[in-house]
């Protein structure tokens, strides 16, 4: 509220008003200083070339006129004063200066909302850590974590990231993912286990030798997932564990292999990363390696993860993919089909491992060497070297959010493809900018990953090298969300209501794999699409487009966008119509993808249903899907089955609830708002 000034704190002379205080933005009153005006005048004028500080002088004595007109005898505040320079810079001719000048203004002003957005946000962690990620635990070190991560994202925001990208995260635009970590690591990697088992490696504190017994095998093989992890971001995978693993159980016995594979499990499920933050998201690939060996360490684990954690509870990790492949383990018949119907059956009641398909028209190419992690992510084309899944991962991603660019399209489909174009020609050069600062860490950055050449070529790196010659194998990926509601907003049905806005959806999904295969060209990088996870993003999107576009029937009236490309999860169809409308997205999605097909209950009397379900997933050219299921746990008396609020057995209401979320698997208990509305909502397909 503006205050009337006493005589003292005016000075007349000439007639115009001479201000010796002004009140700031938190309400404190200072002395008024003209020079600090001309300060921010000449600096804006140099920034695109201006030269004469006189000029800026002439300026800031116009605005003080200004004020004097304007203003009158009250105590001026700092945002008035600094709305009529940009008045006087535009009247007066100096529109490149006021441009600059507002530039700065606006940087200013982030940097101020920046702290204190980061002073609310920490006090919202110091009382819980948020949700974003379902297996980031509550603990002190977590907490500390957490806030070390607020302030990191709010100085990239403010600080590194271009102006017009950094504005375009904060409207929900796109979404620049892991922004903590923009300039510190990368995102993930498929880790060559064989090497680190057959050489040895160093976690930092001495060097550990390779294994001699199975048991030996399995508990480096947990300590390597944790220490890649420290160094990433992202998850950690073995793509081919049954292979890598092999060598170290020859002659072993099966229960020998078992309890190593049980340890394995109990370790993952146990041991911390990130300071203690959460235990490592970790994947693991296996089921098409055929020797004796190789086919014991995938039954081991099978059955190891069939039975669960100390109370029968379900485990969170590893993640299993159970890869297929004809002639390998698909058919009746062949060398590791038992395997297949193992796999079918431990799925059935745990919700893992779910399917690969090296059949795909995409994967087939690759012989076998396909590898997935839990979250969707896939990486195997290289403009820079091998064609290989091992010692490559993702760089970073960014995900674009549909349902705006639709919805600021107004039905207009060539609007909305202008929109889109605009859009990701931003996050194409978005993922570049975070790539050359990636470029400039050393090997020194990520003493694991990098230091014991984890990743493809870094072997070739000494400990204060830059990582750009190594890095380039990897992945930049643009994600996407909410295709189905982007639909109905433009044609007012999505690709399950109607077969020609599934035609739209494709090609709109098509347009995007185009638009980054000719970035490829043009920056020679491994550029890939995304079919994004994370509900919690689209909770995120939703609220910002709700905000700005209101309450709109199937597109902004939930609190989440719908995942990637899937058909809404509260849609009644079949699943066999939904895995033939998914499955064709499969193919442009060369980043990762995954579909689902949800049921009421744990399939454990219908393993013939189930494997059905996977071949018709197999014949809709899909390369990555599962099941899911409620897993209802009770933590007294250890019952497992549906159990709506109590268990029938001890009547308890601690009960345990697992689910499948974004490709791991978290308990319901850890879920955001976005992730529970998801769930509540899923309806079975028949």
């Given amino acids: 509220m503006a205050q009337m000034v006493t005589d003292s704190e005016v000075s007349g002379g000439t007639g115009e008003v001479g201000y010796l205080n002004i009140r700031k933005r938190d309400g404190r009153i200072v002395p008024f200083n003209p020079e600090k005006i001309t300060e921010a005048i000449f600096k804006a004028a140099q920034s695109v070339g201006g030269e004469n500080p006189a000029?800026?002088?002439?300026?800031?004595?116009?605005?003080?006129a200004v004020m004097s007109e304007t203003i009158g005898?009250?105590?001026?505040?700092?945002?008035?004063?600094?709305?009529?320079?940009?008045?006087?810079?535009?009247?007066e001719g100096h529109a490149k200066t006021a441009k600059a000048y507002i530039l700065y203004r606006d940087r200013r002003t982030r940097v101020r909302e920046g702290r204190s957005d980061l002073m609310d946000a920490v006090s919202?962690?110091?009382?819980?850590?948020?949700?974003?990620?379902?297996?980031?635990?509550?603990?002190?070190?977590?907490?500390?974590?957490?806030?070390?991560?607020?302030?990191?994202?709010?100085?990239?925001l403010s600080r590194v990231?271009?102006?017009d990208m950094s504005m375009a995260h904060r409207r929900g635009e796109m979404h620049i993912h892991d922004l903590d970590f923009y300039g510190k690591t990368l995102t993930c990697v498929q880790i060559p286990l064989g090497k680190l088992l057959q050489e040895g490696f160093d976690t930092g504190h001495g060097f550990i030798r390779p294994p001699r017994r199975p048991g030996s095998a399995a508990a480096l093989a947990a300590i390597i997932l944790q220490s890649s992890q420290n160094d990433m971001h992202g998850g950690q995978?073995?793509?081919?564990?049954?292979?890598?693993?092999?060598?170290?159980?020859?002659?072993?016995?099966?229960?020998?292999?078992?309890?190593?594979?049980?340890?394995?499990?109990?370790?993952?499920?146990?041991?911390?990363?990130?300071?203690?933050?959460?235990v490592p998201f970790s994947s693991i690939n296996l089921g098409v390696e055929t020797s004796q060996a190789g086919r014991a360490i995938t039954r081991g684990l099978l059955l190891a993860y069939e039975r669960g954690l100390g109370r029968g509870e379900s485990p969170i990790f590893p993640n299993i993919i159970f890869k297929l492949k004809e002639g390998v383990n698909f058919n009746p018949g062949d060398p590791n089909y038992d395997l297949f119907r193992l796999a079918i059956r431990v799925a059935a009641r745990r919700l893992n491992p779910t399917f690969s398909f090296m059949d795909s028209s995409f994967n087939a190419p690759y012989g076998m060497e396909v590898a997935y992690m839990g979250c969707r992510t896939r990486v195997i084309g290289n403009r820079c070297g091998p064609e290989i899944s091992d010692g490559r991962g993702n760089l970073s991603f960014t995900t674009i959010n549909l349902p705006r660019l639709a919805l600021k399209a107004r039905g207009s489909v060539e609007e909305f493809y202008r929109e889109l174009e605009i859009i990701m020609d931003m996050a194409v050069k978005q993922l570049y900018h975070r790539y050359a600062i990636q470029s400039k860490l050393r090997v020194s950055d990520m003493p694991f990953l990098m230091g014991q050449h984890l990743y493809l070529d870094s072997e070739k790196l000494a400990m204060d090298d830059y990582i750009e010659s190594v890095i380039r194998h990897g992945t930049l990926s643009m994600g996407f969300l909410g295709l189905a509601e982007a639909l109905v907003a433009i044609t007012g049905e999505h690709h399950g209501q109607n077969c020609d806005t599934g035609k739209l959806g494709l090609e709109i999904v098509r347009f995007m794999r185009g638009y980054l295969d000719a970035a490829c060209q043009d920056y020679n990088l491994n550029y890939t699409l995304l079919a994004t996870p994370a509900e919690g993003l689209a909770g995120r999107f939703v609220k910002l487009d709700r905000k700005e576009f209101g309450l709109i029937s199937n597109v902004t009236d939930k609190n989440y966008y719908t995942n990637s490309f899937h058909v809404p999860v509260g849609y009644e169809i079949s699943y066999a119509d939904k895995v033939a409308i998914e499955g064709e997205y499969h193919k442009y999605c060369n980043a990762g993808h995954i579909s689902y097909v949800e049921l009421s209950a744990p399939p454990v009397h219908n393993l013939e249903a189930v494997e059905a379900m996977i071949r018709r997933m197999a014949r809709s050219d899909m390369g990555y899907a599962g099941i899911n299921f409620p897993v209802d746990e009770c933590r007294g008396c250890s019952y497992s089955g549906l159990i709506p609020q109590f268990c029938p057995i001890c009547g308890s209401y601690d009960i345990r609830r697992v689910r499948r979320i974004t490709g791991y698997l978290s308990t319901v208990d850890r879920f955001n708002d976005g992730k529970r509305a998801e769930l509540a909502d899923r309806v079975c397909h028949s």
Avoid: C, W
């Fill in 55 to 64: 000029v800026a002088e002439q300026l800031t004595e116009r605005v003080k």
């Fill in 161 to 163: 990231i271009p102006e």
């Fill in 237 to 278: 995978s073995f793509a081919f564990f049954d292979r890598d693993m092999a060598p170290f159980v020859e002659g072993a016995s099966e229960d020998e292999i078992y309890q190593a594979m049980e340890a394995l499990v109990y370790n993952l499920n146990s041991m911390h990363s990130r300071a203690g933050a959460q």
């Fill in 73 to 91: 005898q009250v105590i001026p505040d700092v945002e008035h004063v600094q709305d009529i320079v940009e008045k006087v810079l535009i009247e």
């Fill in 124 to 156: 919202e962690i110091l009382v819980e850590t948020n949700r974003e990620n379902a297996n980031i635990s509550n603990s002190p070190s977590a907490k500390m974590l957490q806030i070390a991560s607020a302030a990191s994202r709010k100085y990239y």
